[in-house]
């Protein structure tokens, strides 16, 4: 990793030297044998880390892209959908919705605050087709309740999009188990690979409301397209094959160590991001309630009153650190810290060590070295 800036944001994530090093192979036949066979083996991996009887197809687009790919594929214009949220990347599905039906429910909370189930419930009463959640919500640093929310779309006999980009590779998101439908991640966050790519995974109950509903699919995210294309183990159109090398070593860096040991990894260090900012007197934003949980993919922080943010962020990126900021209505008022992808102990370690640094330089804290040790008794109590 490069040491002159670290990228402690979420997404992109730092890449692995073997990994950048895979996309300098040679370009080979995107219709020929050895694309299939890497085609091939991407999908059984990530079919693995799905936890999905179901074949996930690769898009050579992030997870905006297969955002859209799951809404313009089950939607037209007679089609009603719940779209609920309590963040940024929430709220991004009812616009992509807005697009193909003027039958959208936007079911929104404050950002941070955890979804009131009773209030889905009440939602979809409306007997909608469609419900669309983002399981963790990087924006704010929450992960929501998507088996809960997963049961209420079957009790409804709601086809259930789950939005998993920062949560597969980094967290449990076993998506068949979740009651998701449609299922996304992308390449850039727990993976561990270049930005660029997404990975999408179909149900037999979303293939029939896509047959059912959609007589105008998008072209070039046709999944119907993407499921013959995958007969032949290719794709319907030009792949990012580069992309496609670097995606294929990142997931045998997760095969490598394990998909267990990786989640325990993630959950360590964001529960030792958290002990060791709150060890500093720093706060954090969400605010939880028994069906939410704190992110183990990126944590929130509440800026001291004293800082502002480009004090903070552009402290800590004078000191070699990035860190990413509030987005929209919370730019200016928190922090995000990354502990995603292949991440590891000593750049969270430097990161709260810069972080104390300019807490000490802007007189937030009298000296530095609580964080630093409040982050180490997690780290020796979970292994």
């Known amino acids: 990793m490069n040491e002159e800036e670290l990228l402690m944001i979420p997404g992109p994530v730092p890449v692995l030297p073997r990994i950048r090093e895979a996309m300098s192979k040679p370009m080979i036949f995107h219709r020929g044998d050895e694309f299939g066979m890497m085609y091939e083996e991407i999908v059984e991996q990530l079919r693995e880390i799905f936890k999905t009887r179901n074949d996930p197809f690769v898009l050579s687009g992030s997870g905006t892209c297969a955002m859209e790919a799951a809404i313009g594929n089950l939607v037209d214009e007679d089609t009603r959908i719940v779209c609920i949220a309590n963040g940024k990347f929430g709220e991004r599905f009812p616009v992509i919705a807005d697009r193909y039906t003027d039958h959208v429910k936007a079911l929104n909370f404050a950002w941070g ?11 979809l009463e409306s007997k909608p087709d ?3 959640m983002v399981h963790n919500e990087t924006s ?5 309740p998507a088996s809960e929310v ?17 949560s597969i590779g980094g967290d449990e998101a076993p998506v068949d188990d979740l009651g998701a439908d449609i299922a996304i991640v992308g390449s850039q966050k727990c993976l561990g690979a ?6 999408i995974s179909v149900s037999e109950k979303a293939w029939a409301l896509i047959r059912e509903k959609q007589k105008r699919r998008p072209f070039y995210m046709d999944l119907e397209a993407y499921k013959k294309s995958f007969g032949k183990k290719q794709t319907p159109y030009t792949p990012a094959v580069s992309l496609f090398f670097a995606l294929r070593e990142a997931l045998e860096v997760i095969k490598e160590e394990g998909m267990k040991r990786r989640i325990k990894r993630h959950r360590t260090l964001s529960k030792a991001v958290r002990a060791a900012v709150t ?17 183990n993919t990126v944590t929130a922080i509440n800026i001291p009153n004293e800082l502002t943010d480009e004090t903070l962020k552009g402290g800590m990126r ?8 509030g987005q929209e209505k919370l730019k200016g008022n928190i922090f995000r810290i990354a502990t995603m992808g292949n991440i590891k102990d000593m750049e969270v370690l430097k990161t709260i060590r810069v972080l104390e640094e300019v807490l000490e330089e802007n007189a937030v804290i009298e000296g530095a070295g609580k964080g630093l ?3 180490k008794k997690v780290l020796s109590e979970m292994g």
């Open 113 to 123: 605050t955890s979804i009131d189930l009773e209030a889905v419930k009440e939602a």
């Open 130 to 132: 469609v419900v669309t």
């Open 140 to 144: 704010t640093g929450i992960l929501n």
């Open 150 to 166: 997963g049961k209420l779309a079957r009790e409804h006999d709601a086809v259930f999009v789950l939005d998993c980009i920062t």
């Open 194 to 199: 270049p930005p660029g790519m997404s990975a």
């Open 279 to 295: 060890g500093l007197g720093l706060s954090l934003f969400p605010e939880l309630n028994e069906v939410s949980n704190y992110s």
């Open 318 to 325: 004078r000191r070699g650190v990035i860190v990413a900021g």
């Open 373 to 375: 040790e409040e982050m």
